[in-house]
C-alpha cells in the first residue's frame, strides 16, 4: 500500500497547496534531507485556525490545529517531492505554538501535528526528534506554525 | 559574474565580521550544508536597529532591519567560507522578529532579509525554505534575527 | 581519554534519561548529522528548573539551568548513539530562553550550555553555531530549552 492508498484507507483527504506568504518555496532538498517551510492550519476555504492557546484556545482545539498543519505539510510535501512514497522519515519537527506567557502544555498541543505523521506513516518512519514551543505571535494570527525536517530517497 | 561582483553591481558593502556574543562559532560545513548562527541587524559602526515590531517599529522599518541582517549574514558566510562563490542555494531560513503579541506581518519583515538574497544569488539560488516567525526578545534588543542552512560546495 | 573518562575526569555525572513527553523520540541520525530533540533542565530526582528570565531568574540561575540543560542533552545523546565517542562535532544549538519581553541577555544564559559542550569536546569538536533567543513559553515552565544537531561518526 503506497502512502496515497493510506491516506484513503484513513479517510484523509489532503488540502490544496497553498501559495507561499513572502520571498521562499515550500521545501528544498539537499542532500537526502527534505527541508519543509513553516506551515500554517489552513483550511481548504482558504481561511485558518487562529488565535492563541491560553486566550481562548484550548488544548483540544490546539491539537486540532496542528493536526490541521500536519494535513497541510503533507499536502506540501507531496508537492515538493511529486509522491509521499519518497519520505523515508521524519527527522526533525519544530512546533511553534501561539501562546500566552502562562499556556505550558505546548508538547499537548503539537502532538496533534506528531500523531496524524505516525498514523500515515507508522512509528518507525513517522517519529522524529521534536521540540514544541510557544512563540509570542505567528504570522496572520495562526495558532500553530510547523516546520520539519525528513529524509527522502531519490 | 562572481558574487562579489555582483554585490559591487548592485552597489552593496557588506559590513566588516562582528565577533560572536557568546561561546560559538559564525557558522559549520557538515556534509555539504552551512549551518549558520543567528545574526542581527548591526550597522557598520558596531551598533545595530533595536526595538519590538508593534511596539514603535513598523513593518517597513522591519523589513530594513531584515535587509541589514542579510547583509552581516553575507559578511559572515564569506567570513566562514572564504568565498561567496562556494555557495549553492540557500536551504532554510528562520526568521525572528522581536514583535508584541499582537504583531502578526511577521512575513513581510523577513522578505527584508530573503529579498537581498535573492537579489544576491537569483531565484534558483537565493530562494530557500523558510519560516518567518515571532519572538518575546532577542539578544541585545534586536529587532530581527537570522539563522540559515545554505548549501556548500567544497 | 574517551568521553566518558573526561566526563568522570571533570566530576560531572549525567542524569538518568527522561520518557520524551510526547509523540517523538529523543533524537535521529541522519546522513551523518544528529538532531537532537529539544531538551530541558531536569534534575535527577525529576524536577526541572522552572521560571521566566526577568521574572525572579536571573542570568546566573538561568546559566545554572542551561547548563543543565547541557547534562541531560549528553545523557540523551548518549542513549541515540550508544557512546558519546560518536559524536564528531558539534554543528547546530538553537537556545531557547523563556522569558519575558524585556530580558536581552539569553547569549549570556544560553553559554551556560555552550561552555558545558566546550569543557567536554574541547573548543574545536564542542563550539558549533548558535541562536541564543527568548520564548514567551516553554513545555511545563521550564527556564531553558535547547535542541542541536551534531556531526557523528558511524
Redesign the interface.
Same mark, same amino acid.
Given at each position: 500500500m503506497n502512502v496515497d492508498q493510506r491516506l484513503e484507507s484513513l479517510g484523509i483527504v489532503l488540502p490544496p497547496v497553498p501559495r507561499? %506568504?513572502?520571498?521562499?518555496?515550500?521545501?528544498?532538498v539537499?542532500? !537526502?534531507?527534505l527541508?519543509?517551510?513553516?506551515c500554517g492550519p489552513r483550511r481548504a476555504d482558504g481561511s485558518a485556525i487562529t488565535g492563541?492557546l491560553?486566550d481562548g484556545l484550548d488544548v483540544a482545539r490546539g491539537y486540532e490545529a496542528a493536526r490541521l498543519v500536519g494535513l497541510n505539510m503533507l499536502s506540501n510535501i507531496r508537492d515538493v517531492l511529486g509522491s509521499l512514497d519518497r519520505v523515508e522519515?521524519? %527527522?526533525?519537527?519544530?512546533g511553534?505554538v501561539n501562546?500566552?506567557? !502562562?499556556?505550558?502544555?505546548?508538547?499537548?498541543v503539537?502532538?496533534g501535528f506528531?500523531?496524524l505523521f505516525?498514523e500515515v506513516f507508522g512509528p518507525e518512519r513517522g517519529?522524529?526528534?521534536?521540540?514544541?514551543?510557544?512563540?509570542?505571535?505567528?504570522?496572520?494570527?495562526i495558532a500553530v506554525?510547523v516546520?520539519m525536517?525528513l529524509?527522502v530517497c531519490a
Open positions: 507561499p %506568504v513572502g520571498n521562499y518555496v515550500g521545501g528544498v539537499s542532500g !537526502g534531507l527541508f519543509m517551510s513553516g492563541k491560553g522519515r521524519v %527527522v526533525k519537527v519544530l511553534m501562546a500566552t506567557p !502562562g499556556f505550558t502544555a505546548t508538547p499537548a503539537i502532538d506528531s500523531d505516525v517519529r522524529g526528534a521534536r521540540s514544541a514551543v510557544g512563540m509570542v505571535t505567528l504570522p496572520n494570527e506554525e516546520e525536517i529524509q
